[in-house]
């Protein structure tokens, strides 16, 4: 689904992802992993476009989107939850769950019934101005917003980061939902190992910009979490 080779990005005259190479296998959950600073962020961003690579190439099922414009990357079906959320807060639940509609291939004009029985709050809080959400409402605005545009690939950026347990938890039970029931394949970067133990598939672990191990869940053993995860 999407493949990374030998991607290269700097700020300035900072080098923070060297000839990084990573795959994401369609239909399934991969999570980038590290601890802070290591160019998980970066990564994400190089993906969807808001940063420039200096080289390398990012493929999306079999075609590389290095230099597309970020704004068409969207429409080819690539879903986008940033750090933070970054709802538009003046505006209503409905008014952000809508911004996504255009990107869709099909034209719809109605937010789709499947992201209310995702989020039954979200329902519940149609006229409410996104800002006025609690953190973990504001957090599943995000991924429904994400989803209104029908993704093939769902991204997202620490979705439990200042979220309350028992959303955490739900949104854990969704992204697997998502990925086991429709098949959607998630890339997920996620700081709290049990989580990303609970949901994912596969693992990459990124250390000062560069990959450093990957594999399946289960092989992510006490070595490589202390070795690259632990603080």
């Not at 493949?3 to 990573?22: A, V």
């Not at 999570?31 to 990012?58: A, D, Y």
């Not at 068409?72 to 933070?84: C, D, M, N, S, T």
């Not at 409905?94 to 937010?111: C, F, H, S, T, Y």
């Amino acid at each position: 689904m999407l493949t990374i080779k030998g991607l290269n990005q700097f700020y300035g005259q900072s080098h923070t992802l060297w000839d990084l190479d990573m795959q994401v296998p369609k239909g399934q959950c991969t999570c980038l992993m590290g601890r802070n600073g290591v160019g998980k962020t970066t990564l994400l961003q190089c993906v969807m476009g808001l940063l420039h690579t200096q080289s390398g190439q990012i493929e999306y099922q079999g075609h590389n989107i290095a230099s597309m414009a970020a704004e068409k990357r969207a429409p080819l079906g690539i879903g986008y939850v940033p750090q933070g959320r970054q709802i538009f807060p003046l505006l209503t639940v409905e008014e952000n769950l809508r911004i996504g509609l255009p990107m869709r291939g099909d034209k719809a004009k109605q937010v789709p019934d499947f992201i209310f029985e995702l989020f039954p709050v979200l329902k519940q809080m149609l006229a409410r101005r996104g800002g006025d959400l609690s953190g973990g409402q504001q957090q599943q605005l995000a991924i429904g917003r994400a989803l209104v545009i029908n993704p093939k690939l769902l991204i997202l950026d620490e979705p439990t980061e200042g979220i309350q347990p028992n959303v955490v938890a739900e949104i854990g039970d969704i992204i697997r939902r998502l990925n086991q029931e429709i098949g959607l394949t998630v890339l997920l970067v996620e700081q709290k190992l049990p989580f990303a133990r609970k949901v994912a598939d596969r693992f990459c672990i990124l250390d000062r910009g560069r990959q450093v191990a990957s594999g399946e869940m289960p092989s992510l053993d006490d070595a490589l979490v202390k070795k690259y995860l632990t603080v």
